[in-house]
């Protein structure tokens, strides 16, 4: 009887999933933010969404608050992005669609999230059981979707980072909600009167912590029967201490794949050239090897957006959404035997996928660099009234 007592209050103490809201601490530096891409191959086109706060620890010139629409230009162009800063007294984040967010979420916690997100002025975006439905609005352009259940990462509710989230010192997490996720959406040009309506898939995530590491690319894609993601740079701790850090994931729901490798179980060797649009991987793990090339043209990435840092929404990455996946998967049968091609169990090519490099791999000549510090001190004040 004692036993079920306990275990009741720890589940009040903390429940709901990972994707839920976190409570903001009383000082920061603390981020929290969203992220939901959308793949349609039918129309060859992709969409995302993000949307999160800063809670910085000193004055900064950089927003703390940020809402994005991006999309996909063409095979050759850059993706063009809608951003705002709503004041931060015009966001609600309601757990179950009214409770205040008074505690954090469960590390294991299987349940679907159930929350909303919303911006007075822009729309809203709102997670329940059975189905994730948004509709934002940034000056002319309008993004709508409405996707069902989501397809979670691990049945357990844990995401990419296994049992390494639990860890109390990780400056940063990076949590997979969904990586696959079926619905329609509506893309809208009020001033043009344009007008897209598709299916797509979505990938849902989210990152909290202290800001985004000093360095990463991150890679996402998805088409019918699979999905696959990665994030891979350097996390830094105490401030200049650089530890190369890696997260996985591939799901082939035809074959009934599911592989996670990370720091703890897997070797990576990689090249990274963010100037040519170049991102190469090799993971080795006991039995697995993946081998993974991600490349976008140059020419898409041409738009410089902003990640949550520290010091609040900083220009520090560039990203596109019509990068070409080349993934190879290895199984062998003893661990006395080197990996061959017939030791292949997997293979796939994505295309519409995405490619994100961040901080230093961003390449040298870049147009993060241009990009001013939108209206800096007029932001910061505006955001704490």
């Not at 530096?29 to 939901?36: D, I, M, R, T």
């Not at 162009?77 to 979420?105: M, W």
């Not at 916690?109 to 059981?129: D, L, M, R």
């Not at 840092?309 to 959404?321: D, I, R």
Request: aromatic share 14%; with cysteine; proline share 6%.
């Amino acid at each position: 009887m004692l036993y079920i007592v306990i275990v009741s209050v720890i589940l009040c103490l903390a429940q709901g999933n990972q994707n839920d809201p976190h409570v903001f601490p009383e000082e920061g530096p603390f981020v929290e933010g969203w992220y939901a891409r959308l793949v349609d191959e039918h129309m060859q086109q992709s969409y995302g969404v993000l949307f999160g706060r800063v809670l910085n620890y000193t004055d900064t010139e950089y927003p703390l608050t940020y809402l994005g629409i991006l999309k996909s230009s063409n095979s050759t162009g850059s993706i063009s992005a809608k951003e705002a800063y709503p004041d931060l007294k015009d966001i609600s984040v309601k757990l179950n669609g009214t409770k205040e967010v008074d505690r954090n979420p469960a590390f294991y916690s299987p349940p679907p999230a159930n929350f909303i997100w919303k911006a007075t002025q822009n729309g809203y975006f709102n997670v329940s059981e059975n189905q994730t439905n948004f509709d934002f609005t940034i000056e002319e352009i309008r993004l709508e979707g409405k996707f069902g259940k989501p397809t979670f990462w691990k049945s357990d509710g844990t995401g990419p980072e296994g049992w390494l989230g639990k860890l109390p010192f990780l400056p940063l997490h990076w949590f997979v909600y969904s990586p696959y996720t079926f619905g329609q959406y509506t893309w809208t040009n009020t001033s043009s009167g344009e007008t897209i309506h598709g299916s797509a898939f979505m990938h849902q995530e989210k990152n909290w912590g202290e800001g985004f590491p000093p360095a990463w690319v991150w890679t996402q894609a998805v088409k019918p029967g699979a999905a696959v993601s990665g994030s891979f740079g350097v996390i830094q701790f105490v401030g200049y201490v650089d530890i190369p850090a890696h997260l996985f994931g591939y799901r082939n729901y035809n074959k009934s794949i599911e592989l996670d490798l990370r720091v703890d179980n897997s070797l990576l060797t990689n090249s990274i050239d963010g100037c040519k649009g170049i991102a190469s991987f090799t993971i080795n793990s006991i039995y697995y090897r993946v081998v993974y090339n991600v490349t976008a043209p140059v020419a898409t990435l041409g738009t410089c957006l902003r990640g949550p840092t520290a010091q609040g929404f900083k220009p520090v990455l560039v990203e596109s959404y019509q990068a070409t996946t080349i993934l190879k998967i290895y199984k062998r049968k003893s661990i006395f035997q080197k990996f061959s091609e017939q030791d292949v169990i997997d293979q796939q090519t994505f295309q519409i996928s995405a490619l994100e490099f961040g901080g230093r791999y961003l390449c040298h000549e870049n147009p993060c660099k241009q990009k001013r510090n939108i209206n800096s001190s007029y932001i910061y004040h505006r955001i704490l009234k």
